[in-house]
């Protein structure tokens, strides 16, 4: 079996997929996703020297940078969209704890992150769940992923703003085949710390929200709120173990026992950059992972009789080349499953539906 929700949970480790999505159903009223920002023409002396430096710091700004806050992330939907908001307290390097105010359904609840580990608190459930792998924040990418950023994407000055009462400097990405504002980040101009960003469909509205509404940076922050120890009555479960992606592509696939398809038609800068292998409830399913940097694309196969099952999230379907075929949105994320040459597939990816169509056609022609 396929589960949605694990799917959509590697992703979140991997390339900070699906955020919230426990929300997703959590009754947010229908709202139509803000007219993006235009591009604007700022002054020459107005404009940072260097975007790509001040990207490229932004992205290690956390590990040096500690604060408390509140921000509010919205993800934008064909028909609704979803809303987080979350109290954050983050000692640097490597200390964060996020307690949910909204949506009702996540009031109270709280995750910590040590590292690697993370630790999810249900309130409601009694249940702090320990996952281990890597976790992204607010970030354009990490590590080598950046370097493909710049391959593909064009950093410029897209003027000055204040967010959370600091004046911070705002930078557009431009896909450079297809000339498209695909984010946009709002850069403390002191801290380099990311305040705002926005991510867009390839229309050009926007897919999600993410800022900070009360930012305060501080050192002063108890030790004891990144506790992780459970709360009394409290159950300690183990989550989900997530595969350690790997480059050895041939390695990967003959560790998934069967013959994989591959999509024979990509956007243009996506490359294949890593696979891996995780077992299931005994269900062995290879998961690629194709990046422009930016953007990600997954591509998950099992050989077993073992459909998607999507938990909570609701599915609607789409026929393509006589296929019946499900997919659910979220924000820029769309997921689409079906079923072909008794093999399950599952296509995830920071696109529109039409597009993870046209992949999901070209994977078995």
């Given at each position: 079996?396929?589960?949605?929700?694990?799917?959509t949970?590697?992703l979140?480790?991997?390339?900070?997929?699906?955020?919230?999505?426990?929300?997703?159903?959590?009754?947010?009223?229908?709202?139509?996703?803000p007219?993006?920002?235009?591009?604007?023409?700022?002054s020459?002396?107005?404009?940072?020297?260097?975007?790509?430096t001040l990207?490229?710091?932004s992205?290690?700004?956390?590990?040096?940078?500690?604060?408390?806050?509140q921000?509010?992330?919205v993800r934008?939907?064909?028909s609704?969209?979803?809303?987080t908001?979350?109290?954050?307290?983050?000692?640097?390097?490597?200390?964060?704890?996020?307690?949910?105010?909204?949506?009702?359904?996540?009031?109270?609840?709280?995750?910590i992150?040590?590292?690697?580990?993370t630790?999810?608190?249900?309130t409601?459930?009694?249940?702090?769940?320990?996952?281990?792998?890597?976790?992204?924040?607010?970030?354009?990418?990490?590590?080598?992923?950046?370097?493909?950023?710049?391959?593909?994407?064009?950093?410029?000055?897209?003027?000055?703003?204040?967010?959370?009462?600091?004046?911070?400097?705002?930078?557009?990405?431009?896909?450079?085949?297809?000339?498209?504002?695909?984010?946009?980040?709002?850069?403390?101009?002191?801290?380099?710390?990311?305040?705002?960003?926005?991510?867009?469909?390839?229309?050009?509205?926007?897919?999600?929200?993410t800022?900070?509404?009360?930012?305060?940076?501080?050192t002063?922050?108890?030790g004891?709120i990144?506790?992780?120890?459970?709360?009394?009555g409290?159950?300690?479960?183990?989550?989900?173990?997530?595969?350690?992606p790997?480059?050895?592509?041939?390695?990967?696939?003959?560790?998934?026992?069967?013959?994989?398809?591959?999509?024979?038609?990509?956007?243009?800068?996506?490359?294949?950059?890593?696979?891996?292998v995780?077992?299931?409830?005994?269900?062995?399913?290879?998961?690629?992972?194709?990046?422009?940097?930016?953007?990600?694309?997954?591509?998950?196969?099992?050989?077993?009789?073992?459909?998607?099952?999507?938990?909570?999230?609701?599915?609607?379907?789409?026929?393509?080349?006589?296929?019946?075929?499900?997919?659910?949105?979220?924000?820029?994320?769309?997921?689409?499953?079906?079923?072909?040459?008794?093999?399950?597939?599952?296509?995830?990816?920071?696109?529109?539906?039409?597009?993870?169509?046209?992949?999901?056609?070209?994977?078995?022609?």
């Open positions: 079996m396929i589960r949605a929700d694990l799917v949970g590697a979140v480790a991997l390339v900070a997929l699906f955020l919230a999505t426990n929300a997703a159903g959590a009754g947010a009223a229908p709202t139509a996703a007219e993006p920002a235009p591009i604007v023409a700022p020459a002396a107005a404009a940072p020297a260097n975007p790509t990207l490229r710091s992205i290690e700004a956390p590990r040096s940078i500690s604060y408390v806050g921000f509010e992330t934008f939907a064909s609704r969209a979803s809303a908001i979350v109290k954050v307290e983050h000692l640097a390097p490597e200390l964060t704890r996020r307690w949910y105010v909204a949506p009702e359904a996540l009031y109270g609840d709280y995750v992150t040590r590292g690697v580990s630790y999810e608190f249900d409601k459930r009694s249940q702090e769940t320990v996952t281990q792998g890597p976790v992204l924040e607010n970030q354009i990418a990490t590590g080598p992923g950046f370097d493909r950023v710049l391959q593909n994407y064009r950093a410029i000055y897209d003027g000055d703003a204040i967010v959370a009462n600091r004046p911070t400097v705002s930078i557009a990405l431009i896909n450079k085949y297809t000339g498209e504002r695909a984010m946009r980040v709002w850069i403390d101009r002191d801290t380099h710390l990311v305040l705002k960003k926005e991510e867009y469909h390839a229309n050009g509205s926007v897919a999600s929200q800022r900070f509404e009360d930012l305060r940076y501080t002063s922050i108890p004891g990144f506790s992780t120890d459970p709360p009394a409290f159950e300690r479960v183990a989550g989900q173990a997530l595969a350690t790997s480059a050895d592509i041939d390695k990967v696939i003959h560790d998934a026992g069967f013959a994989p398809y591959r999509p024979k038609v990509l956007p243009q800068g996506f490359e294949l950059v890593s696979g891996d995780t077992t299931v409830a005994g269900v062995k399913t290879l998961h690629l992972l194709y990046s422009d940097g930016l953007r990600s694309i997954s591509l998950f196969e099992n050989a077993t009789d073992a459909a998607a099952d999507f938990g909570s999230l609701r599915p609607k379907t789409i026929y393509f080349e006589g296929h019946d075929a499900q997919y659910v949105e979220d924000g820029p994320t769309t997921l689409l499953t079906w079923k072909e040459h008794d093999i399950y597939f599952a296509l995830v990816g920071d696109l529109l539906r039409n597009e993870l169509v046209e992949i999901a056609i070209s994977v078995v022609p």
